[in-house]
């Protein structure tokens, strides 16, 4: 029995690669760990990644793990940046 995918096809006749929430936070772990935060991101918030991420990757390369990230990065920037100011301040008292 073949999967349905939705609009004609199926998995009869494409392929489907999925990137889910969970790999939003696996790159979020990443990152947070790499700027030595502790930025937090609800499942709609994983889910905006995801949409920023499906609408400027390029076809050619397809979705990586990097592009998650930068996908974080992007969406997420004034509040990275101000984690970052944050993690600062305490450790210069």
Do not use: P
């Amino acid at each position: 029995m073949s999967q349905d995918f939705g609009n004609g096809y199926t998995s009869a006749n494409s392929i489907a690669i999925i990137w889910h929430i969970d790999d939003v936070k696996d790159q979020l772990e990443a990152l947070n760990e790499g700027k030595g935060i502790n930025l937090e991101l609800s499942d709609d918030d994983c889910m905006e990644v995801l949409d920023h991420v499906e609408r400027y990757h390029d076809a050619n390369y397809g979705v990586t793990w990097e592009h998650l990230y930068q996908g974080i990065e992007y969406c997420f920037q004034d509040e990275i940046e101000e984690a970052e100011a944050q993690n600062n301040l305490k450790e210069q008292e």
